[in-house]
């Protein structure tokens, strides 16, 4: 199963952009990059995905390395309400068996 | 709209016990996968069910068995409790079971059941 690492923690100033990286050496040709968030005492929440094209929608912008051996997550205007820990994951085309890693835990400041 | 339910979403068992968690997907949802998550990591798969039929397990021992209803609800059971079973178990699910190219792969999950053996 292909891996991914991100750094165990990161901070950010609210209202100012995150770029989450993520770090996926191994990824094949048909796997897809998935990112989740997981809120406190809650299960992870869907944020974004891609394959090898830069990829927007209302909560972020995921953006993909030519060679697709790394991506990062972009949170345009961080919020308090985006404190979570992320995970970003490979899915192999054809299989729901998503591997996580411990990803990073996002702390926004005030 | 509902969104992923599971019950109980606490329980406390004894080493040697049984369990049996359940689940009931997204309305229109025919895929259900199962996560355990231990604290301070990441969910690690256990199971994905599509049209009650088995599509996915992980490297988990025989004491975890799952099936999923004509409902397309799910439990999940785990027997001979051990006390490295403690953790949350998530369920996710799906309108896609076969995860082919033109489907997002999304996962919805549930808040989860905290299971504490002692």
């Known amino acids: 199963d292909a891996k991914t690492t991100q750094p165990n923690s990161m901070e950010s100033n609210e209202e100012e952009p995150v770029h989450l990286p993520c770090n996926h050496s191994?990824?094949?040709?048909?796997?897809?990059i998935h990112w989740y968030r997981q809120l406190p005492s809650q299960g992870p929440e869907y944020v974004i995905h891609g394959l090898t094209s830069n990829v927007n929608n209302r909560m972020a912008s995921l953006a993909i390395a030519e060679d697709r051996k790394s991506s990062t997550l972009i949170l345009h205007r961080a919020t308090l309400r985006d404190a979570a820990v992320y995970y970003c994951i490979l899915r192999h085309t054809g299989t729901y068996k998503y591997i996580f890693g411990t990803g990073t835990r996002l702390k926004v400041l005030a | 709209d509902a969104g992923v339910t599971q019950s109980p979403t606490h329980l406390i068992k004894t080493r040697g016990q049984h369990v049996t968690l359940r689940c009931s997907p997204i309305s229109g949802h025919k895929s259900v996968s199962w996560y355990q998550q231990v604290l301070g990591q990441g969910p690690q798969f256990i199971f994905q069910?599509?049209?009650?039929?088995?599509?996915g397990r992980g490297n988990f021992p025989d004491r975890f068995s799952a099936r999923q209803f004509p409902n397309y609800s799910s439990e999940l059971n785990v027997n001979a409790l051990l006390l490295g079973d403690s953790a949350l178990y998530l369920c996710?699910?799906?309108?896609?079971?076969?995860?082919?190219?033109?489907?997002?792969?999304?996962?919805?999950f549930g808040e989860g059941s905290r299971l504490t053996v002692l």
């Open positions: 191994t990824i094949s040709g048909t796997d897809y």
């Open positions: 996710a699910s799906s309108p896609w079971g076969l995860a082919g190219l033109g489907d997002t792969g999304e996962l919805f």
């Open positions: 069910y599509y049209e009650k039929e088995e599509r």
